[in-house]
């Protein structure tokens, strides 16, 4: 088969031809007065929400916690401890004997 010439306004290649798409139009508007400049520049300030709350309580919770736990160990530390005591039979001794009987029920019951 015949390859045919491309005409002078077609391309060589046989990829499909991408539509150009027109410019767009910049629009250039008046500069901003100083006053609106100032209302840009600053970030605006984040209200106080329920999370604001739950952190304060957590915060008062968690210094009431230091205060108790700040009285506790001064007040430990007033006393001294004393020290353990402890009796342990000797050894090769008998545990003592379980009685016999039962003991007798109480009347009434």
Same mark, same amino acid.
């Given at each position: 088969?015949?390859?045919?010439?491309?005409?002078?306004?077609?391309?060589?290649?046989?990829?499909?031809?991408?539509?150009?798409?027109?410019?767009?139009?910049?629009?250039?508007?008046?500069?901003?007065?100083? =006053?609106?400049? #100032?209302?840009?520049? *600053? $970030?605006?300030? %984040?209200?106080?929400?329920?999370?604001?709350? /739950?952190? +304060?309580? @957590?915060?008062?919770?968690?210094?009431?916690?230091?205060?108790?736990?700040?009285? =506790?160990?001064? #007040?430990?530390?007033? *006393? $001294?401890?004393? %020290?353990?005591?402890?009796?342990?039979?000797? /050894?090769? +001794?008998? @545990?003592?004997?379980?009685?016999?009987?039962?003991?007798?029920?109480?009347?009434?019951?």
């Amino acid at each position: 088969m015949a390859r045919r010439k491309p005409a002078d306004d077609e391309d060589d290649d046989d990829a499909p031809k991408k539509k150009k798409k027109p410019a767009r139009k910049v629009v250039v508007e008046d500069e901003p007065e100083d =006053d609106d400049l #100032e209302d840009y520049s *600053k $970030p605006k300030k %984040a209200g106080e929400n329920a999370y604001t709350g /739950l952190l +304060a309580i @957590a915060f008062l919770g968690l210094a009431g916690a230091a205060v108790l736990l700040f009285l =506790d160990f001064s #007040e430990l530390s007033e *006393k $001294p401890i004393p %020290a353990p005591t402890m009796t342990l039979p000797a /050894l090769g +001794a008998t @545990a003592p004997a379980a009685p016999a009987t039962p003991p007798a029920p109480e009347p009434g019951n």
